[in-house]
């Protein structure tokens, strides 16, 4: 909510410059971060790009946040919680299907399996 209504975030390297990419929000990005690329956020070194941001954070290439978020979540992301029991079936199922897919599961991993969910 903070990041959402924010005219502009500085981090380091953090995943709130994801979520700050993800509400169209400006980004200074200091540090080494997978987001930091031309085009999508504004890259800083010293006080004086802390200065001009906060001056003038301007503004985000929509179209470049939507492309990078998008094969990041094709790339990157698995489809899940581990925090949710009612979810942790269809998880580890995700997970496994990415493996195979991938060709990195394990040469013992069957080619169906059944994954359940366990209490506790």
């Given at each position: 909510?903070?990041?959402?209504?924010?005219?502009g975030?500085?981090?380091v390297?953090s995943?709130?410059g994801?979520?700050a990419?993800?509400?169209?929000?400006p980004l200074l990005?200091?540090?080494d971060?997978?987001?930091?690329?031309?085009?999508?956020?504004?890259?800083?070194q010293?006080?004086?790009?802390?200065?001009?941001?906060?001056?003038?954070?301007g503004?985000?290439?929509?179209?470049?946040?939507?492309?990078f978020?998008?094969?990041?979540?094709?790339?990157a992301?698995?489809?899940?919680?581990?925090?949710?029991?009612?979810?942790?079936a269809v998880?580890?199922?995700?997970?496994?299907e990415?493996?195979?897919?991938?060709?990195?599961?394990?040469?013992?991993?069957?080619g169906?399996?059944?994954?359940?969910?366990?209490e506790?």
């Amino acid at each position: 909510l903070l990041i959402r209504h924010s005219r502009g975030v500085i981090t380091v390297n953090s995943t709130s410059g994801f979520s700050a990419i993800h509400h169209g929000v400006p980004l200074l990005a200091l540090g080494d971060a997978p987001y930091s690329r031309s085009g999508l956020v504004r890259s800083g070194q010293d006080s004086a790009d802390i200065e001009s941001f906060f001056a003038d954070p301007g503004s985000i290439n929509e179209q470049n946040s939507r492309r990078f978020l998008s094969i990041v979540r094709q790339s990157a992301l698995i489809n899940g919680s581990f925090y949710l029991p009612s979810a942790a079936a269809v998880t580890c199922a995700n997970v496994i299907e990415r493996y195979q897919r991938e060709q990195r599961a394990p040469a013992d991993l069957p080619g169906s399996v059944t994954v359940t969910a366990s209490e506790g």
